[in-house]
């Protein structure tokens, strides 16, 4: 019997709001605030390094795309190169980082809701969860358009709080910029994952 394809259901339109979506929520909502308190100033100096680190793991990841343009991503790469077992293991290992790094989104995003609205965190937080969970069951499709929608909001925030503190910007935030010397940007480096 032959292996059913899976149905190209994306647009760009979704397949780039996923891909930014994954680079923005707690990669820049959280972490920034932790990042800047071991580096202080010099956080620009390290989030520029980790975009630079991310570069040729990005390059190879888009080769791999092209050699093998299936479904399973890092589980069909692995698993071509070193076999079921491992590829299973990377798989695994994939969809848990995923699902730990959508609830970290959750925790740390809905704060930025509640700034708003006066709610309780945890059942706003697990409400969104369990909307995101059953938009994910309807189908591709409606999760792209959702994600659409999700990253537009995002980006709109982000707009309007850079532009918004632009004019708040003050040289003396950044004396003593490389005060912790490797001791601060090279450990925020490490510490920043946003880019991964």
Sequence with gaps: MPMK???????????????VGAMIGSGIFILPALALKIAGPAVIVAYLLAGLLVV????????????????????????RGMGPLLGTIAGVGTWFSL????????????PYLLLVFDLPLKPVALGLATVLILVNLLG??????????????????LGWFAAGSA??????????????????????????????
């Design 140 to 157: 591709a499709k409606q999760t792209g358009r959702l994600q659409v929608a999700i990253v537009a909001v995002m980006l709109a925030a």
């Design 56 to 79: 040729p793991a990005a390059l190879s990841k888009s080769e791999m795309a092209t050699a093998m343009p299936e479904a399973g991503g890092t589980y069909i790469y692995i698993e």
């Design 99 to 110: 699902s730990f790094k959508g609830a970290l989104a959750l925790v740390g995003g809905v």
């Design 5 to 19: 394809e899976l149905e190209r259901d994306l647009g760009l339109a979704s397949v780039l709001a996923i891909s």
């Design 167 to 196: 004019p708040g910007v003050q040289s003396g935030n950044y004396a003593n910029f490389f005060a912790d010397g490797l001791g601060g940007w090279l450990p925020a480096t490490c510490f920043d994952r946003s880019s991964a």
